[in-house]
């Protein structure tokens, strides 16, 4: 016993680790930056976490509120009797009262089934508070006016506002300190366009519009921000797995000396006119045809010249199917003789295995006398209409032949051929840019199908080459993911 008790006498206490909390001894604007993606349900249950984080989301800047998120994960069992719709809305004004005096930043909701009453409460306290970021997403509010008023349209810096209905914005002043517009779903009218875009928007730089309709009194859409940089265009409802044609059919004017990119998707307007775009690099040109049934409405326009006044200044081009299309003389005669891409370096289309589009491509090539990199990517057809497909190359067959075409003479060193079957039609293409590309250094071409990639190999390598240096490669096909309006056929093969 006396041994055991002087063993147990000699025993040394080991010193406690001391676990520091590096995270709490943060700032609070750190804390906030490092809060600011959470939820703020979150947010406000950090402060069981000790004493430090009592506090820090009552000066929390950045306010996210999510619907779902808030049902699945907040536990009250006023579930059983109350609306939770009606909780999420309380828990939004009392996390609004309980607030310190500091500024927010940013309020981002996520929410549907409410109503633009709600909404517009929440707008005035934005105003009052001077933020300078508001997003909405996903909301399916009643046909009521969004009201902004005067103080938060001079203070925002990003406006995104998401709808599934056409929802009608009232704007009390020009955004003049608005740096990223994105809309969708929104009824736009004059005054509200006026707003928006004009030259007023003087610090205005990226603006997407997708699914927006126009009012109707509104018959020009004048886009004249002087410092606008990016602009997309989606002219289509895009919710759900499907796509409806046509939001707007307005003329369409785009006056911005700054403008470095640009995309339309949707079919043709009534006018389209580029003006002072001397920065344009990049151009993204997607024609969706107007289905059977909607032409009352909506007309499948021709291209002509005038619809790409502007578009000489850029580098890059981006085309699909229809606009190869139109640029075929079975459609356009000699509307584009004088039509010329005099900067274009990049040109990057769709084609079709048929002659018009091939036609339609050589009509491209000739209007781009510097181009030096061409990228094809034949489409995909369903199952359901090969059959019509292989009846239309049996009724307008096309063969390869000698072109004095200037790019292809000059200046084309790479041509990238994508999603490639090893049809005859494909082959003749081949073919064609062999036999005239006099300086082209490499060829890529990836096959669809293994089996037929063994089978055309063989043959594309024996074809006449016009420059001694190329090299045809055959890279590995990879599975493209179809873009939303390829989900059925955006361009079906049919007649106008």
Same mark, same amino acid.
């Given at each position: 016993?006396?041994?055991?008790?002087?063993?147990?006498?000699?025993?040394?206490?080991?010193?406690?680790?001391? #676990?520091?909390?590096? &995270?709490?001894?943060?700032?609070?604007?750190? =804390?906030?930056?490092?809060?600011?993606?959470?939820?703020? !349900?979150?947010?406000?249950?950090?402060?069981?976490?000790?004493?430090?984080?009592?506090?820090?989301?009552?000066?929390?800047?950045?306010?996210?509120?999510?619907?779902? $998120?808030?049902?699945?994960?907040?536990?009250?069992?006023?579930?059983?009797?109350?609306?939770?719709?009606?909780?999420?809305?309380?828990?939004?004004?009392?996390? &609004? &009262? !309980?607030?310190?005096?500091?500024?927010?930043?940013?309020?981002?909701?996520?929410?549907?089934?409410?109503?633009?009453?709600?909404?517009?409460?929440?707008?005035?306290?934005?105003?009052?508070?001077?933020?300078?970021?508001?997003?909405?997403?996903?909301?399916?509010?009643?046909?009521?006016?969004?009201?902004?008023?005067? #103080?938060?349209?001079?203070?925002?810096?990003?406006?995104?506002?998401?709808?599934?209905?056409?929802?009608?914005?009232?704007?009390?002043?020009?955004?003049?300190?608005?740096?990223?517009?994105?809309?969708?779903?929104?009824?736009?009218?004059?005054? #509200?366009?006026?707003?928006?875009?004009?030259?007023?928007?003087?610090?205005?730089?990226?603006?997407?519009?997708?699914?927006?309709?126009?009012?109707?009194?509104?018959?020009?859409?004048?886009?004249?921000?002087?410092?606008?940089?990016?602009?997309?265009?989606?002219?289509?409802?895009? $919710?759900?797995?499907?796509?409806?044609?046509?939001?707007?059919?307005?003329?369409?004017?785009?006056?911005?000396?700054?403008?470095?990119?640009?995309?339309?998707?949707?079919?043709?307007?009534?006018?389209?006119?580029?003006?002072?775009?001397?920065?344009?690099?990049?151009?993204?040109?997607?024609?969706?045809?107007?289905?059977?049934?909607?032409?009352?409405?909506?007309?499948?326009?021709?291209?002509?010249?005038?619809?790409?006044?502007?578009?000489?200044?850029?580098?890059?081009?981006?085309?699909?199917?229809?606009?190869?299309?139109?640029?075929?003389?079975?459609?356009?005669?000699?509307?584009?003789?004088?039509?010329?891409?005099?900067?274009?370096?990049?040109?990057?289309?769709?084609?079709?295995?048929?002659?018009?589009?091939?036609?339609?491509?050589?009509?491209?090539?000739?209007?781009?006398?510097? &181009?030096?990199?061409?990228?094809?990517?034949?489409?995909?057809?369903?199952?359901?209409?090969?059959?019509?497909?292989?009846?239309?190359?049996?009724?307008?067959?096309?063969?390869?032949?000698?072109?004095?075409?200037?790019?292809?003479?000059?200046?084309?060193?790479?041509?990238?051929?994508?999603?490639?079957?090893?049809?005859?039609?494909?082959?003749?293409?081949?073919?064609?840019?062999?036999?005239?590309?006099?300086?082209?250094?490499?060829?890529?071409?990836?096959?669809?199908?293994?089996?037929?990639?063994?089978?055309? =190999?063989?043959?594309?390598?024996?074809?006449?080459?016009?420059?001694?240096?190329?090299?045809?490669?055959?890279?590995?096909?990879?599975?493209?993911?179809?873009?939303?309006?390829?989900?059925?056929?955006?361009?079906?093969?049919?007649?106008?």
């Amino acid at each position: 016993m006396q041994m055991a008790s002087s063993c147990k006498r000699s025993r040394t206490l080991r010193a406690k680790k001391c #676990v520091v909390d590096r &995270l709490s001894a943060l700032p609070d604007d750190v =804390l906030h930056r490092v809060l600011s993606s959470v939820d703020f !349900l979150d947010v406000v249950r950090t402060s069981v976490l000790s004493k430090r984080w009592r506090h820090v989301w009552t000066s929390m800047p950045y306010l996210n509120f999510n619907m779902e $998120w808030f049902v699945d994960h907040y536990d009250d069992k006023r579930y059983a009797i109350v609306d939770p719709v009606y909780i999420f809305w309380d828990f939004i004004k009392w996390a &609004l &009262l !309980l607030r310190d005096d500091s500024q927010i930043i940013r309020i981002c909701l996520c929410c549907d089934n409410t109503s633009t009453d709600q909404l517009n409460g929440l707008l005035r306290v934005a105003a009052k508070q001077k933020i300078q970021e508001f997003c909405f997403h996903d909301g399916d509010y009643t046909a009521n006016e969004l009201e902004f008023p005067r #103080v938060l349209c001079e203070t925002l810096t990003v406006l995104n506002l998401s709808f599934r209905d056409s929802i009608p914005l009232r704007v009390m002043a020009a955004f003049i300190n608005l740096r990223s517009l994105y809309l969708r779903g929104v009824l736009i009218l004059r005054d #509200v366009a006026e707003k928006l875009l004009s030259s007023d928007c003087i610090k205005l730089e990226n603006v997407h519009l997708e699914d927006c309709q126009v009012g109707y009194n509104v018959e020009l859409i004048n886009i004249s921000a002087c410092n606008l940089k990016i602009l997309t265009l989606v002219n289509v409802c895009t $919710w759900d797995k499907f796509w409806a044609v046509c939001s707007f059919d307005s003329k369409l004017r785009i006056c911005a000396p700054k403008l470095s990119s640009f995309c339309y998707i949707g079919p043709m307007l009534h006018g389209f006119e580029l003006v002072n775009t001397v920065s344009l690099k990049h151009v993204l040109i997607r024609l969706l045809r107007v289905p059977r049934g909607y032409e009352n409405e909506f007309k499948n326009r021709l291209l002509c010249p005038a619809s790409f006044i502007g578009f000489n200044y850029a580098n890059a081009l981006t085309l699909s199917t229809l606009v190869v299309k139109y640029f075929s003389p079975a459609y356009s005669e000699s509307l584009w003789d004088t039509f010329m891409l005099d900067n274009l370096n990049c040109l990057e289309l769709e084609l079709r295995y048929n002659a018009n589009y091939i036609e339609g491509l050589i009509n491209l090539l000739k209007c781009s006398p510097n &181009l030096e990199s061409l990228g094809i990517r034949f489409k995909e057809i369903p199952w359901s209409r090969r059959k019509t497909r292989k009846a239309i190359e049996s009724r307008s067959p096309w063969k390869s032949k000698i072109e004095d075409i200037a790019c292809l003479s000059y200046h084309v060193k790479m041509i990238r051929i994508s999603n490639f079957d090893g049809s005859e039609f494909g082959l003749e293409l081949v073919k064609f840019l062999l036999q005239n590309g006099k300086v082209l250094e490499k060829m890529e071409i990836r096959h669809r199908s293994r089996v037929r990639k063994q089978q055309s =190999l063989n043959k594309i390598v024996a074809l006449p080459k016009a420059s001694s240096e190329v090299v045809i490669c055959f890279p590995e096909y990879a599975q493209r993911k179809l873009p939303w309006f390829d989900r059925g056929d955006s361009d079906p093969e049919y007649d106008d």
